[in-house]
Antibody, heavy 123, light 110 residues
Framework: QVQLVESGGGVVQPGRSLRLSCAAS????????MHWVRQAPGKGLEWVAL????????YYADSVKGRFTISRDNSKNTLYLQVNSLRAEDTAVYYC????????????????WGQGTMVTVSS | QSVLTQPPSVSAAPGQKVTISCSGS????????VSWYQQLPGTAPKLLIY???KRPSGIPDRFSGSKSGTSATLGITGLQTGDEADYYC???????????FGGGTKLTVL
């Protein structure tokens, strides 16, 4: 079945780095744009980054620009988020999500979500 | 503070109808398509509405979406206790070159 599975989260000290992964299965990964969205404990959704289906275009939220890097390996059906210079305010569940294809036109329609991976930034 | 503005909470009785508003600006809602998500406690968000008013397969027609100018609305009819969740609107903001979400609305079915 169509599925996204995140991994790589954990407890990390401020200033350190992590690489989050999102393994896709059940669909042609290389045909879809992909996003990262995060949610701090008890808070709302915050969009983090977008990468085009071919990796040629990337967009970031201002809050992570210059610290986070989104990438993908279409040969491995995997999406990545390199998170550097972590801060306490980066503590959140990080979701990967697929941009809806087909008849969808808007860039904010995410039709498949992973279960999320928790990142806790604490000394 | 979210770019899109939603009421923090709404409530209604089972079987009734509720609407959730989402207010934005000319650089976001007025300029692009709006999506709506339902997030049940402890779960990932689920796409309810995309491109302002389209429903993905499997979403009942009790859920509807509309847009006018810089505002969008999610409507839910025939409320059920299982509809109790947080609801989020989202769209692309051309000034920020980013996806923006509303702060979320908690629906309580009394």
């Amino acid at each position: 079945q169509v599925q996204l599975v995140e991994s790589g989260g954990g407890v990390v000290q401020p200033g350190r780095s992590l690489r989050l992964s999102c393994a896709a299965s059940g669909f042609t990964f290389s045909s879809y744009g992909m996003h990262w969205v995060r949610q701090a404990p008890g808070k709302g959704l915050e969009w983090v980054a977008l990468i085009w289906y071919d990796g040629n275009n990337k967009y970031y939220a201002d809050s992570v620009k210059g610290r986070f890097t989104i990438s993908r390996d279409n040969s491995k059906n995997t999406l990545y988020l390199q998170v550097n210079s972590l801060r306490a305010e980066d503590t959140a569940v990080y979701y990967c999500a697929r941009m809806k294809g087909g008849d969808a036109t808007g860039l904010s329609s995410f039709d498949i979500w992973g279960q999320g991976t928790m990142v806790t930034v604490s000394s | 503070q979210s770019v899109l503005t939603q009421p923090p909470s709404v409530s209604a009785a089972p079987g009734q109808k509720v609407t959730i508003s989402c207010s934005g600006s000319s650089s976001n809602i007025a300029n692009d398509y709006v999506s709506w998500y339902q997030q049940l406690p402890g779960t990932a968000p689920k796409l309810l509405i995309y491109d302002n008013n389209k429903r993905p397969s499997g979403i009942p027609d009790r859920f509807s979406g509309s847009k006018s100018g810089t505002s969008a609305t999610l409507g839910i009819t025939g409320l059920q206790t299982g509809d109790e969740a947080d609801y989020y609107c989202g769209t692309w903001d051309s000034s920020l070159s980013s996806v923006v979400f509303g702060g979320g609305t908690k629906l309580t079915v009394l």
